[in-house]
Nanobody, 116 residues
C-alpha cells in the first residue's frame, strides 16, 4: 500500500548540483524518520543523511557541508539537495522511511552520476 518513489537523479559535472525527492504515497500519516542511502559499484550501501519528523538532521562525514536533507511532512516527502558534487558521490541513491505504526519501506533507487 505504501510506496516510496525517488526522482531527480541524473548526470552532472563535478561541482554541480542535483536535488533528489522521495515521495511516500498510500498513507495519510507522517513517517518518524526518513533517510537517504547510497550504494556505489563494488561498495556497501551507506547512510548519507537522515531527518526526523521534528526536523532534526544527521549527515555522513563525507557529505556534511555539501548536502542538505529536508522534508515536507504534510506531503510525506523528503528531499536531498546535493551541492559541490564529486565523482565519488556517484551511486544509486535510495530513500528509506520508517514509522512506529507504518513500518519500514525502501524506494527503488535513483542513479546519480558525477562525471566530466
Amino acid at each position: 500500500q505504501v510506496q516510496l518513489v525517488e526522482s531527480g537523479g541524473g548526470l552532472v559535472q563535478p561541482g554541480g548540483s542535483l536535488r533528489l525527492a522521495c515521495a511516500a504515497s498510500g498513507s495519510i500519516f507522517s513517517f518518524n524518520v526518513m533517510r537517504w542511502y547510497r550504494q556505489a559499484p563494488g561498495k556497501q550501501r551507506e547512510l548519507v543523511a537522515a531527518i526526523t519528523s521534528g526536523g532534526s538532521t544527521n549527515y555522513a562525514d563525507s557529505v556534511k557541508g555539501r548536502f542538505a536533507i529536508s522534508r515536507e511532512n504534510a506531503k510525506n516527502t523528503v528531499y536531498l539537495q546535493m551541492n559541490s558534487l564529486k565523482p565519488e558521490d556517484t551511486a544509486v541513491y535510495y530513500c528509506y522511511a520508517s514509522g512506529a505504526a507504518l513500518g519500514s519501506y525502501w524506494g527503488q533507487g535513483t542513479q546519480v552520476t558525477v562525471s566530466s
